[in-house]
């Protein structure tokens, strides 16, 4: 039982932390229990992770969310932001496409080619903002890219950040972004499979609970955070780490 805990415990760590962060979640769970060989991964547990993570996001933001209400355009725009994602997510998840990406080669090289990206993307100067200048097409271009974090290694949050700065958002708005496109995303990853968790209600135990509450609690500090840097420092921090992981993935590999 001491060891489910740690295990959970790891794995919260690294929801939490990196689900926010343009790093890939993703990436960082399948190398962990691939690594490790964890006996406490299961489809359960990752579901249980990402709706400490959705809950995270819903609570830090829920002043924001209150006041969509009020803001009916910024709404429209989130939902048709995420209509690509939901879409592709459905499309490789139902094909089972999705279980073929989760490959330690694709993850190193997505790690380092989208940490680049990332780096390029960050050189933008403008200064554009989400109550100004928001609208359907950079939406949409955003959402676009957002699809290609299905690929574990892209990060969800980096690549959205990425677009988001290409069309000369400032790095504060860029997460904001982010962070609004990610309840949609993570709800959708959450929902997915919840077909799964009714055919086995067995499984429910209280591993579950701990890994919501602790993912909860690592996602949102990170997120109150990762805002707090992001408006003082760039992004070179995680793009030279994201080069250093990608190496070592290769030493790995190769």
Do not use: C
């Not at 740690?6 to 962060?21: A, D, P, R």
């Not at 998840?93 to 090289?109: C, M």
């Not at 959402?143 to 959205?160: H, K, N, Y």
């Not at 949102?220 to 992001?230: A, E």
Request: aromatic share 16%; no cysteine.
């Amino acid at each position: 039982m001491l060891q489910n805990i740690l295990e959970i415990f790891i794995l919260s760590i690294i929801q939490g932390v990196t689900e926010f962060l343009p790093i890939s979640s993703s990436a960082h769970l399948i190398i962990i229990e691939r690594l490790y060989e964890f006996k406490s991964g299961s489809l359960l547990i990752d579901i249980s992770l990402h709706l400490g993570s959705l809950f995270a996001i819903i609570f830090f933001f829920r002043k924001d969310l209150f006041d969509l209400k009020n803001n009916k355009k910024l709404l429209s725009l989130i939902v048709i932001g995420s209509i690509p994602l939901i879409l592709f997510g459905y499309l490789l998840y139902s094909t089972k496409i999705i279980y073929l990406l989760r490959d330690i080669k694709i993850i190193a090289w997505t790690t380092l080619i989208f940490g680049i990206i990332l780096y390029i993307a960050d050189k933008s100067q403008l200064d554009k903002k989400i109550s100004t200048n928001l609208n359907f097409k950079s939406i949409l271009f955003i959402g676009l890219f957002q699809t290609l974090s299905l690929i574990p290694g892209v990060s969800r949050a980096g690549i959205t950040m990425s677009a988001a700065r290409i069309l000369k958002f400032n790095r504060v708005d860029s997460s904001k972004i982010s962070f609004l496109l990610s309840i949609p995303a993570l709800s959708g990853a959450s929902f997915l499979v919840l077909k799964d968790i009714f055919e086995q209600p067995q499984q429910f135990n209280y591993l579950i609970i701990i890994s919501i509450i602790l993912s909860f609690i690592f996602s949102y500090f990170t997120v109150r955070f990762f805002l707090i840097y992001i408006n003082k420092f760039s992004m070179n921090i995680f793009v030279f780490y994201r080069i250093v992981l990608a190496l070592i993935l290769f030493w790995i590999i190769y």
